[in-house]
Structure formats: structure tokens, C-alpha cells
């Protein structure tokens, strides 16, 4: 079964510390990629997606995240995270051909300490 | 920027009754879908919407949703006898191909 995996359920990190979200998925063939972040009461925000070509992708607000077919992953990072950037994130996928339903992972949420 | 819009943000139902989430999808995408979040669990894929007809749904997207572009603009759920188990967030997503746009959700309360 297609699966969207985020190990880490909450992680805290400093203002201007890097940070790292894992996901890593689980699909016949590779899916399409995506990372989107919730902030509190609002909808889901795109922040990147990985289609093909280049294994790196940059997003919006400063994120990158690097597709890796050997580790099935698509890590999310950001070399300077801002006290704005509080807020759950979520990594989802898209088998593509055709099939146009994103499976999430559970999200992780990220804590800024001051 | 274009964005999708939903409303209410916040609906509060008897179980049992019937209710519809709205949604207004950017314009000029073609494709909608609908995804909810139960507190504390992933969002879930429910249905999408291609052409005046479903074009995928999952397994929780039965008898009791039903979905509908009632004109130009706006795409809508009904959930035809709610449940307290339906009560959870629900977003409207639209798209031109993969790379969706989502609303900020309707929160859904069953009581």
C-alpha cells in the first residue's frame, strides 16, 4: 500500500538553528513530492514540490528539500529557522499517472524556542 | 494571489442532520477535491472532482457524501446524516495539475 511516513511527531529547535523534517514514502513507482505547512487555524500551505529533474527543489520562505530514490526520502530543511516558522508540516504524495489524490503523512510539528 | 476560500470556518450540527461545506476553488482550475483531518490524525483523502463528475474517492467517501458544483464557482460536500465521528476539519482543494491549492478548512462540529 502507498504510505506517507514522518517519523518525528514534535521537534523543537532554536531560532537560527538548521532544522531537518524527515518523510520518507512508500510507492511502486516515485510519486510525486510535496511539503506543505499548517500554522494554527488556517488551510495548508504549499511549500515545495519535486515532479522530476533535479533532486533539489527550493521552495517558498526559505525551504529546500532534497529528493533521495536509494532512502526512499524527501527531507525538508531550512539552514536558519525563524520564530514564524512554528507551525505543523506535512509531506504528502501523489502517484501521478493519472491519479490526482495526495496521501499525507501524520505531520510534524515544530516548536521555535527564542 | 488566488486562493481557495471556504465557509463557514466553523459549523456546529446535530447529529443526524444534514449539512453542506462550501468552497469557492481558484478559477481557472479544473480539478477539486475534498480532504479532512480528524484532531490528532492525518489528512485524509475523500474525493476529487474533474469534469461535473467524481473522478476518484476513497472508502471513506461513501453513500452518506456526496459532492457537487452547483454553478461556475462554487464546489460543495453535503453529508447527508452527520455523525459524531464526521466531526473534523475539512479542506477544499483545487488544482490545474498536480500542485494543489487548499482553503483554510471548515471545522466541523457534530454534536
Known amino acids: 500500500a502507498q504510505s506517507v511516513t514522518q517519523p518525528d511527531i514534535h521537534i523543537t529547535v532554536s531560532e537560527g538553528a538548521s532544522l531537518e523534517l524527515r518523510c520518507n514514502y512508500s510507492?511502486?513507482?516515485?510519486?510525486?513530492l510535496f511539503w506543505y505547512v499548517q500554522s494554527p487555524g488556517q488551510g495548508l500551505q504549499l511549500l515545495l514540490k519535486?515532479?522530476?529533474?533535479?533532486?533539489l527543489v527550493q521552495g517558498i520562505k526559505g525551504f529546500e528539500a532534497e529528493f533521495k530514490r536509494s532512502q526512499s526520502s524527501f527531507n525538508l530543511r531550512k539552514p536558519s529557522v525563524h520564530w514564524s516558522d512554528a507551525a505543523e508540516y506535512f509531506c504528502?504524495?501523489?502517484?501521478?499517472?493519472?491519479?490526482?489524490?495526495?496521501?499525507f503523512g501524520k505531520g510534524t510539528k515544530l516548536s521555535v524556542i527564542p | 494571489e488566488p486562493e481557495v476560500t471556504q465557509t463557514p470556518s466553523h459549523q456546529v450540527t446535530q447529529m443526524g442532520q444534514e449539512v453542506i461545506l462550501r468552497c469557492v476553488p481558484i478559477?481557472?482550475?479544473?480539478?477539486f477535491y475534498w480532504y479532512r483531518q480528524i484532531l490528532g490524525q492525518k489528512v485524509e483523502f475523500l474525493v476529487s472532482?474533474?469534469?461535473?463528475?467524481?473522478?476518484?474517492k476513497s472508502e471513506i467517501f461513501d453513500d452518506q457524501f456526496s459532492v457537487e458544483r452547483p454553478d461556475g464557482s462554487n464546489f460543495t460536500l453535503k453529508i447527508r446524516s452527520t455523525k459524531l465521528e464526521d466531526s473534523a476539519m475539512y479542506f477544499c482543494a483545487s488544482s490545474e495539475v498536480q500542485a494543489k491549492g487548499f482553503g483554510s478548512g471548515t471545522r466541523l462540529t457534530v454534536v
Open positions: 478559477s481557472n482550475h479544473l480539478y
Open positions: 504528502a504524495a501523489s502517484s501521478g499517472a493519472g491519479s490526482y489524490q495526495l496521501t
Open positions: 472532482f474533474y469534469n461535473n463528475e467524481i473522478s476518484e
Open positions: 510507492y511502486g513507482a516515485t510519486p510525486y
Open positions: 519535486y515532479f522530476s529533474g533535479d533532486t
